[in-house]
């Protein structure tokens, strides 16, 4: 069975760090474009960061750019998101997808397996 699973999230203070992970299995990750989205309350899903299937490339969003990274362990089927000095405005339903091919797209109607998501809340 195909599947993505997220770990990782969880409360943090403004300008904490969290390391989400996103497990895949069934399906070989180094086929695929993995990307990270996320969906706040009251909100629209947004993509938050990408990376290319051998992990070459990698895309943000602007308002993350810096502050968080996106690798991935291809031989371990598992992508992270290592975020850095977290803000309120992070705070959301995070969500890996999966994307067969080489190219990554921040673009939810792209993605072919999504993950039930993990989430993070950043407060004070």
């Known amino acids: 069975q195909l599947q993505l699973v997220e770990s990782g999230g969880g409360s943090v203070q403004p300008g904490g760090s969290l390391r989400l992970s996103c497990a895949a299995s069934g399906f070989p990750l180094e086929l695929y474009a993995i990307a990270w989205f996320r969906q706040a309350p009251g909100k629209e899903r947004e993509g938050v960061s990408c990376?290319?299937?051998?992990?070459?490339?990698?895309n943000y969003r602007d308002s993350v750019r810096g502050r968080f990274t996106i690798s991935r362990d291809n031989a371990e089927n598992t992508v992270y998101l290592q975020m850095n000095n977290l803000k309120p405005e992070d705070t959301a339903v995070y969500y890996c997808?999966?994307?067969?091919?080489?190219?990554?797209?921040?673009?939810?109607?792209?993605?072919?397996?999504w993950g039930k998501g993990t989430l993070v809340t950043v407060s004070s």
């Open positions: 997808a999966a994307d067969l091919g080489y190219y990554c797209y921040l673009d939810f109607s792209a993605m072919d397996y």
């Open positions: 990376s290319s299937s051998s992990g070459d490339r990698t």
